[in-house]
């Protein structure tokens, strides 16, 4: 959760108005400055004093949204993108969800953008300036996946209580210029009920709160639904125009019900005659949960998709699978340059003799994040590992201590000398 100084109301009563502090003296001081012909002088002071407490307004209005002290501080202000250009703005930006286990490095060399997952598990007082002011050397556009304490633990409740808190988290990527958006995913648990309509109304006035500066007014916020109430609700959709918010348009395999209510396939994509400022596209796997590699044809329907729009940002999750995620990446962004004639020689998708086979074998142990390593039987020489991603394997009721026999596996890639691993439909566990 946020600090403990972040946690409170951002409340600062107004004093009296130098204006209304005049009206309350004795005549004998302040002799005509209401109901009279004003003296130059007296006109003077009266501007003065309506000037001064305009100033006040201001500054209390932005202790009240940010916890600013007083005004915006200039450095603050000099250090945002001098070029004037929001991040992301007439682009198509493909990149994956997490740099999938490659360096920030390497992975700019392919790709210039990603989605910033760890920000989502930060609850606590995580600094990103080193972090963004490397991205920005390497030319990479972020989005930030906002932390779950706002989406997940609260709701979007409150949201005064915690934004300045999130605010001065996610400044440094503002001020190098390269956040293109914020990611608002919320549980499935969140459902179109008039509360949560209250909370989103709530949150949307207070990102487009005018008293912010122009880099944070024009941020894009892209929100993620996993309740298929929402899909349907003209009062969801005036709230997102009302306040320039975005759907995020989203590919799921739900096949063991962890996207909640949601039927596999896509969720709040255009149509044809949508030609739309913005979209935001996020597939999680052609098979199930966070695997399976998508062919050419999905590609090309996402490509019209984001060709449609001004701008676009497509992310692939496909986390069981890395490479998987990062080839799905690469040939969307070959494709996004092809009218430019600037194709990368770089290979493309994961080869190898084994993809697509048929296997069984025996877990050896839980690795590390979750991941279950498992010895395959007729592996090829020297490759005889594979493992099983947890976010795919999970809710599927199989046994999974060590000893056990897995039938019915598939190989999906070959990855540092690893066979990654998918459970099929028919799959039995033997102990």
């Known amino acids: 959760m946020p600090p403990a100084s972040s946690c409170v109301t951002w409340d600062r009563p107004l004093q009296p108005g130098l204006l209304q502090q005049l009206r309350e003296m004795q005549p004998s001081s302040v002799p005509r400055l209401v109901g009279q012909p004003l003296s130059a002088d007296e006109y003077l002071l009266s501007a003065m004093a309506l000037r001064q407490d305009a100033q006040s307004h201001a500054d209390a209005d932005n202790y009240l949204t940010f916890g600013e002290e007083a005004g915006w501080d200039a450095d603050d202000m000099l250090a945002s ?11 198509c930006l493909v990149g994956t969800c997490g740099f999938m286990g490659t360096g920030a490095a390497k992975y700019a060399q392919r790709l210039r953008a990603v ?3 760890c920000t989502f598990h930060d609850q606590g007082n995580g600094c990103y300036e080193k972090q963004a002011a490397s991205y920005a050397k390497l030319g990479l556009r972020v989005v930030v996946k906002v932390s779950g304490y706002a989406t997940h633990s609260v709701a979007l409740g409150d949201p005064t209580q915690w934004w300045p808190w999130l605010h001065a988290k996610y400044a440094p990527f503002v001020n190098e210029g390269i956040l ?3 990611l608002w995913q919320l549980p499935p648990s969140f459902n179109c009920t008039e509360e949560h309509l209250r909370r989103l109304e709530i949150l949307g006035q207070l990102l487009r709160s005018r008293s912010q500066r ?8 892209v929100f993620e639904f996993r309740h298929s109430s929402w899909f349907k609700s003209s009062a969801l959709r005036e709230i997102m125009r009302r306040h320039s918010l975005s759907l995020v348009s989203l590919h ?3 096949d063991t019900g962890w996207a909640g209510d949601l039927n596999s396939g896509w969720h709040a994509l255009p149509d044809e005659t949508d030609e739309g400022d913005f979209v935001y596209l996020r597939c999680f796997g052609a098979r199930s949960r966070s695997i399976g590699l998508y062919d050419m044809s999905f590609l090309k329907e996402a490509m019209a998709v984001a060709k449609r729009a001004t701008s676009a940002v497509i992310m692939f999750g496909q986390g069981d699978a890395p490479q998987q995620a990062l080839s799905n990446a690469w040939e969307l962004q070959d494709l996004c340059c092809l009218s430019q004639g600037s194709l990368s020689s770089l290979p493309l998708r994961s080869g190898g003799s084994e993809v697509g086979k048929r296997v069984r074998g025996v877990v050896l142990r839980r690795g590390r994040d979750g991941l279950i390593l498992v010895d395959v039987e007729g592996g090829p020489q020297g490759c005889r590992t594979g493992y099983l991603g947890s976010r795919h394997s999970r809710r599927r009721g199989l046994g ?8 019915n596996l598939q190989v999906e890639s070959e990855e540092k000398g690893h066979l990654v691993l998918s459970v099929c439909e028919a799959d039995t566990a033997v102990s």
Do not use: D, I
């Not at 993108?81 to 682009?91: H, K, M």
């Not at 122009?214 to 916020?221: G, I, S």
């Not at 999974?400 to 039938?407: M, S, Y």
């Open 81 to 91: 993108n001098l070029a004037g250009q929001r991040p992301g703005l007439g682009e």
């Open 115 to 117: 989605e910033l997952n």
């Open 400 to 407: 999974l201590r060590a000893g056990t026999v897995l039938t």
């Open 180 to 182: 293109v958006g914020l």
């Open 214 to 221: 122009t880099a944070w007014l024009e941020l894009r916020h």
């Open 252 to 254: 799921v395999m739900n």
